[in-house]
T-cell receptor
Framework: DAKTTQPPSMDCAEGRAANLPCNHSTISGNEYVYWYRQIHSQGPQYIIHGLKNNETNEMASLIITEDRKSSTLILPHATLRDTAVYYCIVKAEKLVFGKGTKLTVNP | DGGITQSPKYLFRKEGQNVTLSCEQNLNHDAMYWYRQDPGQGLRLIYYSQIVNDFQKGDIAEGYSVSREKKESFPLTVTSAQKNPTAFYLC?????????????FGDGTRLSIL
């Protein structure tokens, strides 16, 4: 499975968009990009995933570059409840979790 | 509501004792997984199962055992051979296309050694 690189922490103002970057330069053609988040002491929550095209759901948008070597998760209007650790994962068959990005949404 | 239920939420183990963590899902998912999370770390895969009566070792299977007798259930036993069992244990399930289907997680069991 390809390795991902994320910044260890980010801050965002409440109501603003949160843009979380992820580098996955060794991604293979059949590997999907997944995003999960984990609020302290809870199980990870699935957010979104994609292969090549940009994706959007009720929680977030996923922007994947044309060469697929990086992606950005966008939370369009961050709230205090979005404070969590966000994991970017490249998955062929099994999930490999790194340390993620700790996003803090400030009032 | 459909989901994944892990029990108990907190578990304490004495030295030399085996303990079993329960994981049940009613999502009709074929695949189930067990992960371990240590403080400040990401998740590491212990075991996974794609079908009843079959399972595969993950990255850190030593000291653990599993069974998959029913589609809905995937219990994890932490044996006395696991020398550092204190951790947060997470169970997940997914549809069978392991690449394209997301895993959905339970709320975890926190295991501590007395």
């Amino acid at each position: 499975d390809a390795k991902t690189t994320q910044p260890p922490s980010m801050d965002c103002a409440e109501g603003r968009a949160a843009n979380l970057p992820c580098n996955h330069s060794t991604i293979s053609g059949n590997e999907y990009v997944y995003w999960y988040r984990q609020i302290h002491s809870q199980g990870p929550q699935y957010i979104i995933h994609g292969l090549k095209n940009n994706e959007t759901n009720e929680m977030a948008s996923l922007i994947i570059t044309e060469d697929r070597k990086s992606s950005t998760l966008i939370l369009p209007h961050a709230t205090l409840r979005d404070t969590a650790v966000y994991y970017c994962i490249v998955k062929a068959e099994k999930l490999v979790f790194g340390k993620g990005t700790k996003l803090t949404v400030n009032p | 509501d459909g989901g994944i239920t892990q029990s108990p939420k907190y578990l304490f183990r004495k030295e030399g004792q085996n303990v079993t963590l329960s994981c049940e899902q009613n999502l009709n998912h074929d695949a189930m997984y067990w992960y371990r999370q240590d403080p400040g770390q990401g998740l590491r895969l212990i075991y996974y199962s794609q079908i009843v009566n079959d399972f595969q070792k993950g990255d850190i299977a030593e000291g653990y055992s599993v069974s998959r007798e029913k589609k809905e259930s995937f219990p994890l036993t932490v044996t006395s051979a696991q020398k550092n069992p204190t951790a947060f244990y997470l169970c997940a399930s997914s549809k069978i296309d392991l690449r394209a289907q997301p895993q959905h997680f339970g709320d975890g069991t926190r295991l501590s050694i007395l």
